[in-house]
């Protein structure tokens, strides 16, 4: 299941809405212009990263909330999940995010993602509730983390406070790939 910045953006005007906030409004909480929000809301653009955690602060709702489509299979065990299935959000520079835990109530979420050259997770850095860690699979990643850069070279890994302000870029020429748990579900619902 594909998550884009169309299916986002309908998500976030639906929310808008129920809270009775106009864009100017949510403009204000977001620090980002009502120009964006708009083409945010109509698909016209895939924000960042690091965007749509800030819009969803400000609907104080989780990102998972706003990204979650379904509801997973009552009563199993276990999953297989073939890549095609995977639930996919694609954020600004064609940064991908897929879920490769699904179905089960799980109180991690275990990501694929994948960086293409010169694409990031966003400005500015962001954080969210729990622990993380990563190990870069192939190409290489920059990992900011408040004031520190982290250069991640194949078979780096890195773990750390998720609330520590951070954000992810790839400087080089080729894709970068990168398996990454979050201790907590955070873009995606895990069911």
């Known amino acids: 299941m594909l998550i884009d910045g169309k299916s986002f953006g309908k998500k976030v005007r639906a929310l808008r809405m129920q809270r009775g906030l106009t864009l100017t409004h949510l403009a204000e909480k977001t620090s980002r212009s009502v120009s964006l929000l708009s083409q945010i809301e109509t ?26 489509e379904e509801n997973g299979a009552e009563g199993e065990d276990f999953y297989h999940i073939r890549e095609s299935e ?25 990501n694929f993602i994948e960086v293409p050259p010169g694409a990031s997770t966003g400005d500015p850095l962001y954080s969210h509730e729990g622990e993380e860690c990563g190990v870069l699979l192939e190409g ?25 302000p951070h954000k992810i870029s790839n400087p080089g020429n080729q894709i970068a790939r990168a398996v990454w748990v979050n201790s907590v579900p955070y873009i995606f619902s895990t069911r």
Do not use: C
Request: charged share 15%; glycine share 6%; net charge positive.
């Open 43 to 68: 698909g016209n653009v895939s924000p960042s990263f690091s965007s749509m955690q800030t819009i969803a602060d400000a609907l104080q709702v989780s990102l998972a909330q706003i990204i979650s």
């Open 86 to 110: 995977r639930k996919v959000l694609i954020t600004q520079g064609r940064v991908q995010h897929q879920l490769l835990s699904r179905g089960l109530p799980l109180s991690f979420e275990f």
């Open 140 to 164: 290489e990643l920059v990992l900011e983390i408040g004031l520190q850069v982290h250069h991640l070279k194949p078979g780096d890994s890195i773990t750390m406070k998720s609330s520590l």
